[in-house]
């Protein structure tokens, strides 16, 4: 046979069978890739690599948010914690029934976050970055004023009372009304503050407000708590111990960390260049003055601002905000997916009318007591919405007060519950409504 005849039969073997080759490849690794995502989502035992397809899917869930925040321009935040919802377990336990008839669908509804604390180390830390970023872009003497102070204190006053008397008069008992009434009084200052930072509102003045009270409010709200968990034992001076105990050490946290935190950044960070060595002190000094707060009986997230608002004097803190901007984009969205995995479906569903009727208490409780306290420090009256609006959120702290209930044996499961979808309720509204008030006030959303 001629060489030529050979050579362009050569030719045509390589134009069918490497195309053939590659096209084979992608198919065999498309199944390959559904029978890893099936075997991970129904697995006969959770193992290592199940964890590592948590973390994937985490990110993936994070990547899938931004592409619909991008397509439908809505606010992040609730895209995010919608996702949340819609992978919680107790959403996809009330939608299997409808899909268990389907060809090539387990009966059972997958398990996909078999480790739950997994999910919560990632939330936490996206939490405490959240937090640092915001008080990255906060003054200290912005914060700690006496208008926010008044802002803070009838953010609290108002919702325990409201709160207090809503559980008794539905027939609750005395523990439960304390515990719903500590759960009105605190503010989960993530959601807000993500969506003041989305729309570039740090530097105004009623965010400032915002952010100020909201820091106030989240420790008055833990004092509030101390106070609770010793009220049912004992009502002598024993009782007050915890909380002059945490009163305390806030005090001496805040004024002592901003003094010592001060000292930190004009005699280290400011005097060496913006390099890795120079971001692993800053986050260090981050996530240090988070664990003391935590570890004294405050929230992580008070000493990450704390730091955060130290860092902002540093002649570095535009290029340390750039140079961590990386981790705020990859864990901040998910402490607020994991806010939507925490809501119970079922429970909204089956306590619907109270737990609307409470939800809608809280909002109006902060929307009127910050919001008087706003408008007597001279802002307007849509300033001062914004302001009671902006602290309506109770997100996690909430639930962690449901929760020392729940386990204390103080709140029954339906109890809990209702708390506990409140919090929810209270955080998804905002994004939406807090937008338009904003785009109301002249500033685009």
């Not at 965010?207 to 101390?226: K, N, P, R, Y």
Request: net charge neutral; aromatic share 12%.
């Amino acid at each position: 046979m001629p060489k030529r005849i050979l050579k362009g039969l050569g030719k045509v073997q390589e134009a069918v069978l490497k195309p053939l080759f590659y096209y084979s490849i992608i198919v065999l690794f498309i199944i390959l890739f559904l029978s890893v995502v099936r075997t991970s989502l129904f697995p006969a035992e959770a193992g290592e690599e199940h964890l590592i397809f948590e973390m994937v899917f985490l990110f993936l869930l994070a990547i899938l948010a931004y592409s619909i925040v991008k397509f439908l321009k809505q606010p992040t935040v609730l895209i995010l914690m919608l996702l949340g919802v819609i992978m919680g377990p107790s959403f996809l336990h009330l939608i299997w029934p409808s899909l268990g008839s389907l060809p090539f669908i387990p009966a059972e509804p997958p398990e996909i976050f078999q480790h739950e604390e997994l999910v919560e180390i990632f939330a936490q830390f996206g939490a405490i970055i959240l937090m640092f970023k915001v008080g990255l872009e906060s003054s200290i003497h912005k914060i700690f004023t006496k208008e926010n102070f008044i802002i803070a204190i009838l953010g609290i006053l108002f919702p325990f009372v409201a709160g207090y008397f809503f559980a008794v008069y539905t027939g609750g008992s005395f523990l439960y009304a304390l515990f719903m009434g500590a759960a009105l009084t605190a503010t989960s200052v993530g959601v807000t503050a993500a969506i003041l930072k989305e729309m570039g509102l740090m530097d105004e003045r009623f965010a400032q407000m915002i952010m100020g009270a909201a820091i106030i409010d989240d420790i008055l709200s833990l004092l509030v708590l101390s106070l609770v968990m010793n009220l049912p034992t004992s009502l002598d001076a024993a009782a007050l111990e915890p909380f002059a105990t945490v009163l305390i050490y806030a005090f001496i946290f805040l004024l002592g960390g901003s003094i010592v935190g001060k000292y930190f950044v004009d005699k280290k960070v400011n005097v060496l260049k913006v390099r890795e060595k120079t971001l692993l002190y800053v986050l260090a000094f981050v996530f240090l003055y988070a664990y003391i707060a935590e570890f004294i009986g405050l929230s992580s997230i008070v000493g990450a601002f704390l730091a955060g608002v130290l860092l902002n004097y540093s002649k570095h803190a535009e290029e340390i905000d750039r140079r961590t901007r990386s981790l705020e984009i990859i864990f901040i969205p998910v402490f607020f997916i994991s806010l939507g995995m925490l809501v119970d479906v079922g429970a909204v569903m089956e306590f619907f009318w109270p737990i609307i009727l409470i939800s809608v208490i809280a909002v109006l409780t902060k929307l009127v007591g910050c919001g008087i306290g706003a408008f007597a420090s001279k802002l307007n009256a849509r300033e001062s919405a914004l302001v009671g609006f902006g602290m309506s959120p109770r997100g996690e702290v909430a639930l962690i007060i449901a929760v020392f209930g729940l386990s204390s044996g103080a709140l029954t499961i339906p109890e809990y519950s209702i708390i506990s979808a409140m919090a929810f309720i209270t955080t998804i509204i905002v994004p939406p409504v807090f937008s338009r008030l904003v785009a109301g006030r002249g500033v685009s959303a």
